[in-house]
């Protein structure tokens, strides 16, 4: 059975960091691209990064770019999240998944999706 799970999330102040993990069971993704997204309450979910399989090409969405890195480890099959100068608005359930196809900030371009992880930036 395919399953992610997503770790590290916590409760942080207000230009801290946290570094999320995705580790993936049950397949390898090595040959996927993956993605972090984030759901606010009262939010849908949004698009936050995305890495190729090999690493190689990264994006981003505008509100993280140049605080937030994605990277991977293939061989362990986790892909990670650093999340530094961390603000109250980036307060959301954060979520990794698999890109299957389409659009790369599309939320319907992704499955195997975790169950996520909590992070709260107090301010």
């Known amino acids: 059975q395919v399953q992610l799970v997503e770790s590290g999330g916590g409760l942080v102040q207000a230009g801290g960091s946290l570094r999320l993990s995705c580790a993936a069971s049950?397949?390898?993704?090595?040959?996927?691209?993956m993605g972090w997204f984030r759901q606010a309450p009262g939010r849908e979910r949004e698009f936050v990064a995305t890495?190729?399989?090999?690493?190689?090409?990264?994006y981003y969405a505008d509100s993280v770019k140049g605080r937030f890195t994605i990277s991977r480890d293939n061989a362990k099959n986790t892909v990670y999240l650093q999340m530094n100068s961390l603000k109250a608005e980036d307060t959301a359930v954060y979520y990794c998944?698999?890109?299957?196809?389409?659009?790369?900030?599309?939320?319907?371009?992704?499955?195997?999706w975790g169950q996520g992880t909590q992070v709260t930036v107090s301010s």
């Open positions: 998944g698999v890109r299957l196809g389409g659009n790369y900030y599309d939320v319907h371009s992704y499955g195997y």
């Open positions: 049950g397949r390898t993704f090595s040959r996927n691209a």
């Open positions: 890495i190729s399989w090999s690493g190689g090409s990264t």
